[in-house]
């Protein structure tokens, strides 16, 4: 099994930031990796997939980069909207999740 | 309105079965791949298993193969998951998703499970 490995568990932000989410695999998965966001309540959302391509509706701040094992989610000027937990899935042997990041106040 | 709905959740004693179920409408839903995902009380995702969009394949994770099952009727556009022995750390919310590669970019609202005597 392929274990995601997210830092750091929780990231204490405030508005119009830049933050940089880690993921790391224990094994190469390539570019096979998608981030998703939760909000209390709902269903996760995807943001990034292929490592680094954003999804339809997705705005410009978000941006995702890597391969191999290391991986980023950047999120440029951050908005009150983007408070959520964070997650990386990797998709090239199954999937599986990181434990993920909460972004807070 | 494409979605996904999941149904079939409640409070189960350990040992006995459930049976979920995903009604899947707004896309062609036999051209896909579908998943059956748990979220933990803690909040970890867990992948649990896959169907082929032809219903030829199934995979499940270790901590759930050979106890549940999953199936899928392309005529009626749903999806399910047949749980047997069910145990406490099997408690959380059920999603069904949708595979577009790899990735998912549809979810359900999903279903809450609870395993407790």
């Known amino acids: 099994e392929v274990v995601m490995t997210q830092s750091p568990a929780t990231l204490s932000v405030t508005p119009g930031q830049t933050v940089t989410l880690s993921c790391r695999a224990s094994?190469?998965?390539?570019?096979?990796l998608a981030w998703y966001q939760q909000k209390p309540g709902q269903s996760p959302r995807l943001l990034i997939y292929?490592?680094?391509t954003r999804a339809t509706g997705v705005p410009g701040r978000f941006s995702g980069s890597g391969s191999g094992t290391e991986f980023t989610l950047t999120i440029s000027s951050l908005e009150s909207e983007d408070f959520a937990v964070y997650f990386c899935?990797?998709?090239?042997?199954?999937?599986?999740f990181g434990q993920g990041t909460k972004v807070e106040v | 309105q494409v979605q996904l709905v999941e149904s079939g959740g409640g409070v189960v004693q350990p040992g006995k079965s459930l049976r979920l179920s995903c009604a899947a409408s707004?896309?062609?839903?036999?051209?896909?791949?579908m998943h059956w995902l748990r979220q933990t009380p803690g909040g970890g995702l867990e992948w649990l298993s896959r169907?082929?969009?032809?219903?030829?394949?199934?995979h499940y994770s270790d901590s759930v193969e050979g106890r549940f099952s999953i199936s899928r009727d392309n005529s009626k556009n749903t999806l399910a998951l047949e749980m047997t022995s069910l145990r406490v750390e099997d408690t959380g919310i059920y999603y069904c998703?949708?595979?577009?590669?790899?990735?998912?970019?549809?979810w359900g609202q999903g279903t809450l499970v609870t395993v407790s005597s």
């Open positions: 707004g896309f062609p839903f036999s051209s896909f791949d």
């Open positions: 169907i082929s969009f032809d219903e030829t394949t199934t």
């Open positions: 899935q990797q998709y090239n042997n199954w999937w599986t």
């Open positions: 094994q190469n998965v390539m570019a096979n």
């Open positions: 998703a949708r595979d577009v590669g790899g990735e998912t970019n549809l």
């Open positions: 292929r490592a680094s």
